[in-house]
């Protein structure tokens, strides 16, 4: 028997509140009118398992994905990697890890190993189509500047976009 459930709410069944991202989230599997209805509740909504519930199970809240806009080329987002890779200030540092996250989950790169150094970890990375090995700092960044760093790809995407038009 399969079942359809709707993903991870946006808010809180009790309070209306946003669901934020890392915090803990109740999830309640009722059956309402033949259907099955996936309820979500942060700590503070939360007041026990509901009358007639037929599951419960706790999660985290995700954080949002990284996403590429369509008509942002890999090869193009991989070149823009590969000079940061050659010269990067430490903004460029950051922004290239993000990249890195989106290359790899794009598959355009491939994650060899993680290195553990006194002084953070190190991501060896392959390019997908035969290109060299490439480390790069793990960055520890706020949800805000991956969020700046997501737009700042975006631009730089279409920047180069526009200009291979």
């Keep these: 028997m399969d079942y359809s459930l709707k993903p991870l709410s946006k808010t809180c069944t009790a309070t209306g509140q946003p669901l934020e991202p890392g915090t803990l989230c109740y999830s309640v599997l009722m059956e309402k009118n033949g259907r099955y209805e996936r309820l979500d509740y942060s700590p503070e909504g939360w007041s026990g398992v509901p009358e007639g519930a037929i599951g419960v199970w706790r999660t985290e809240v995700a954080q949002p994905e990284l996403k590429i806009a369509s008509f942002m080329d890999l090869d193009n987002l991989f070149d823009i990697f590969a000079q940061f890779v ?39 990375l392959l390019g997908a189509q035969g290109e060299g090995t490439f480390e790069i700092t793990e960055e520890q960044l706020s949800e805000f500047e991956i969020a700046q760093m997501q737009a700042e790809i975006e631009a730089l995407g279409q920047e180069s976009h526009s200009q291979a038009a």
Excluded at 98 to 119: G, Q, Y
């Design 86 to 124: 050659e010269e990067a200030n430490e903004h460029q540092q950051k922004l290239r890890y993000v990249l890195a996250l989106l290359l790899i989950r794009k598959k355009r790169l491939i994650l060899d190993e993680t290195e553990e150094k006194p002084d953070g970890n190190i991501m060896v």
